[in-house]
C-alpha cells in the first residue's frame, strides 16, 4: 500500500469544512490544518483518519467528525489565554485542537486544556496519544466523572461536553466564569439531541440557545444518563 499523505489530506478536509460552512474561524481552521488527527485514531483506522465522521476507539465511544469538533471550537469562540474544561477526553484529538487555539506555543500568557474522561482505559489513551503528539503540556487528562466538572482549576473561560446530557449538569454551570461559553449536546441517548449553547453574562445571569441538531454517545455520571 502507498504511503498516505497525512498533511495533504488534512488540509483537503479543511478545505471542505470552510466550503460547507462549517468553517469560518481563522484560528479554528488554523488548529485543524495542525493537529494529526490519524494519530489520535486507533492503528487499524488512520487510513480513514480524514473522512468527516466518527471514528470508534473502542470500550463503545468515538471520536467525533471533524465537522463537530470545528463547530464546537467555533461556538466557544475560543481565545489565545482561555481556561477550558472538556468533558469527555475519549482519544484526546478535540483537546489538542482546543490547545492549539488557546495555548500556541510561543506566547505571553497561554490557556490550558483540563480534560475529563470517565473510563479509565480512554482517559490513558488520550494521555499518550498528547504524549506523542506533544501537547501534554497545554492539556491535562484527568479520569473521572466530568459531570461534577474539576472544581479545584474552576472558574472556567469555556466548557464542552462531547456527551449528550440530559440537561447540562448544575455543577458545570458553576463552574462556568463571568463572560464565559458552555456548549454541550442535550437529549435523548441513542437520538439526535441539540447543541445548547449557554453564555453566563458577566453578572452571573444564563442565556441559552439551541444551535442545531447533533448525534453523540450518552453521558454518564451523577449527573448524566443511568444505562
Ligand atoms: N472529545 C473526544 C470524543 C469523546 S466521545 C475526542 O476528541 O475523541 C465522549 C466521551 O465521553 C467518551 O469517551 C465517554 O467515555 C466520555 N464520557 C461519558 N460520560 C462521561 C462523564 N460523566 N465524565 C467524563 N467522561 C465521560
Known amino acids: 500500500m502507498s504511503k498516505i499523505d497525512f498533511k495533504a489530506e488534512r ?4 478545505k471542505r469544512l470552510i466550503e460547507e460552512g462549517f468553517l469560518s474561524d481563522e484560528k479554528v481552521i488554523e488548529a485543524m490544518k495542525k493537529v494529526p488527527r490519524e494519530e489520535f ?4 483506522l488512520k487510513s480513514s483518519a480524514y473522512a468527516d465522521s466518527p471514528l470508534p476507539i473502542g470500550y463503545g465511544q468515538t471520536i467525533s467528525a471533524p465537522h463537530m469538533v470545528a463547530m464546537m471550537c467555533e461556538c466557544l469562540e475560543l481565545k489565545v489565554g482561555d481556561k477550558v474544561l472538556e468533558v469527555g477526553a475519549g482519544s484526546g484529538y478535540h483537546a489538542a485542537v482546543i490547545a492549539e487555539i488557546v495555548a500556541p506555543e510561543n506566547v505571553e500568557n497561554p490557556g490550558h ?4 474522561e470517565i473510563v479509565k482505559e480512554l482517559a490513558d489513551f488520550a494521555r499518550k496519544n498528547l504524549e506523542k503528539t506533544s501537547y501534554i503540556k497545554r492539556v491535562t487528562v484527568i479520569h473521572g466523572d466530568g459531570t461534577l466538572g474539576i472544581p479545584e482549576h474552576a472558574p472556567y473561560d469555556k466548557i464542552l461536553l462531547t456527551a449528550a446530557a440530559p440537561k447540562i449538569p448544575p455543577p458545570l454551570i458553576e463552574q462556568l466564569g463571568p463572560g464565559g461559553i458552555l456548549v454541550a449536546p442535550v437529549g435523548e441517548p441513542h437520538f439526535y439531541q441539540v447543541l445548547q449553547k449557554l453564555r453566563k453574562n458577566r453578572d452571573g445571569k444564563t442565556e441559552f440557545s439551541d444551535l442545531c441538531s447533533v448525534a453523540f454517545v450518552p453521558l454518564r455520571g451523577k449527573y448524566g444518563w443511568k444505562i
Open 11 to 14: 488540509e483537503k478536509l479543511v
Open 41 to 44: 485514531v486507533p492503528e487499524n
Open 113 to 116: 486544556v483540563y480534560t475529563i
